[in-house]
C-alpha cells in the first residue's frame, strides 16, 4: 500500500476524493460505517464541495474498490470497502501500535542490494522503514509481516537482520528518516491549531472538524512511529498530539449531533447510523500513546 498522494496538497485545494477518505475515516466509519449519499454530499458541503464533484468521486472511488454502494430504490447509500478500512487503519497502526511498544535498542536490517522498483521502496517506507543507504532499511521493530510479504510479492531477494547496534541511536534515524521534515511538519501544525476558535454555526463547526482531522491525517502518511528514545528530546510531535486532542474534543459532541440530523430523514428507510464506535475512526486513535513523555 503507497500513500495517499492527494494528501500532500494544501487544504485551500484539496480534492473531493481525498476529503472524502477522511471523512468515511473519521465520520461515516465510527457511526454504523454507511452513510447515504445525500448526506455525504450534505458533509461535503460544508469544506465547499459541489454534489456533482462528489458523486463523480465517489464513483471513482467504487471504481478502484475503496467504497461499495447499495442501493435502496432511487436511493444510494456508501460504505468503505475491506480494502478502505485498511488503507485507513494501517497507518494508524504503524504510529500508534508501534509507538505504544517497547523499543529493545536495537535495529532491524533488510539488505536488499536489487531492489529498484520504486513503488516497492515507497511501499516498503509506508510500512515504516527508513533508507539507510542503497540496498539497506532500518525498522526499530521485529520485521512487520507485510514487508515481507511484500518483499516476496515482488520477487526481491532480501536478507532480514535482527539486532543490529549501533553506536548513536538517534543520529542514526536523524539520517534515515527525514525527521527534521517531519519536525517543521509539526510545528506547522502547531502554529496552525493552537487555540484555534470553534465556531458556533453548526455547519462550520463541521468543516473545522473535517479540516482538522484531515490535517491531522498527513501525520499519517508522514510518521513513521519510531520510539521516543531515537527521537530529539524536544520532539514537537507529543505537543501536537496534545493540541490534536484538545481541540478534536472541544468539536466531538456538537459534530456528532450535527451528522446524527444529517442522516435523520436522509433516506427512504431508518438511517444507517449505528451507536457511534469513535475507537473505529483511524484519526482519533492512540493519543496516549502519541502524547506519551
Do not use: N
Request: net charge negative; glycine share 8%; aromatic share 10%.
Amino acid at each position: 500500500m503507497t500513500a495517499d498522494p492527494e494528501i500532500a496538497v494544501t487544504l485551500s485545494h484539496v480534492r473531493a476524493r481525498s476529503a472524502l477518505f477522511t471523512l468515511f475515516g473519521d465520520v461515516v466509519l465510527p457511526a454504523g460505517g454507511e452513510a447515504w449519499l445525500s448526506t455525504i454530499t450534505a458533509c461535503m458541503a460544508t469544506l465547499g464541495f459541489r454534489s456533482q464533484a462528489v458523486r463523480t468521486a465517489l464513483h471513482r472511488m467504487a471504481v478502484e474498490g475503496w467504497v461499495e454502494p447499495r442501493r435502496e430504490g432511487r436511493y444510494a447509500a456508501y460504505r468503505l470497502t475491506a480494502r478502505g478500512v485498511d488503507r485507513l487503519e494501517e497507518a494508524a497502526a504503524r504510529i500508534y501500535r508501534l509507538r505504544s511498544l517497547d523499543w529493545d535498542g536495537t535495529w532491524r536490517l533488510v539488505l536488499a542490494p536489487d531492489l529498484r522498483d520504486a513503488e516497492v521502496v515507497a511501499e516498503l517506507e509506508w510500512i515504516g522503514y527508513g533508507r539507510v543507504q542503497d540496498g539497506v532499511w532500518a525498522h526499530p521493530h521485529p520485521h512487520p509481516d507485510t514487508a515481507k510479504a511484500l518483499l516476496a510479492r515482488a520477487g526481491v531477494e532480501a536478507t532480514w537482520v535482527e539486532g543490529a547496534s549501533v553506536d548513536d541511536d538517534r543520529a542514526f534515524a536523524g539520517g534515515a528518516w527525514a525527521l527534521e521534515a517531519l519536525r517543521d511538519a509539526h510545528r506547522d501544525f502547531l502554529d496552525e491549531w493552537t487555540d484555534v476558535d470553534v465556531p458556533t454555526d453548526p455547519d462550520e463547526r463541521f468543516a473545522l472538524r473535517l479540516r482538522l482531522v484531515h490535517r491531522w491525517r498527513r501525520f499519517l502518511f508522514l510518521d513513521p512511529g519510531l520510539p521516543a528514545e531515537v527521537l530529539p528530546a524536544d520532539w514537537p510531535g507529543y505537543t501536537a498530539a496534545q493540541v490534536f486532542a484538545r481541540t478534536y474534543e472541544s468539536l466531538r459532541e456538537p459534530t456528532w449531533a450535527h451528522y446524527a440530523e444529517l442522516q435523520a430523514g436522509a433516506g427512504p428507510s431508518p438511517s444507517p447510523t449505528g451507536r457511534i464506535e469513535e475507537s473505529a475512526s483511524p484519526f482519533a486513535q492512540g493519543l496516549a500513546a502519541l502524547g506519551q513523555d
